[in-house]
């Protein structure tokens, strides 16, 4: 009995699928893609990101880093 990774057509769907994320995750400013590639990829936290970005959680999860004044930063 063949493994759903084993199946050509689900290896086929899923090497489709991963195109198509790529190509989406491309299409993305460089802030929000920094940002996908740090939660899904390197799995890092939300809280992990802000501290990498010097900032707060809700800036990463709003996408407003770049956009609101750095009152939070000594």
Not at 8 to 24: D, G, K, S, V
Not at 61 to 69: E, I, Y
Request: charged share 30%; net charge negative.
């Amino acid at each position: 009995r063949t493994t759903p990774a084993q199946n050509p057509e689900h290896r086929t769907a899923n090497m489709q699928l991963r195109q198509m994320i790529e190509q989406a995750v491309d299409t993305l400013s460089e802030e929000f893609r920094t940002v996908f590639v740090l939660r899904e990829v390197e799995e890092l936290s939300v809280d992990e990101v802000a501290k990498r970005w010097g900032t707060i959680n809700y800036e990463v999860v709003c996408g407003l880093a770049d956009r609101l004044p750095r009152i939070y930063n000594e």
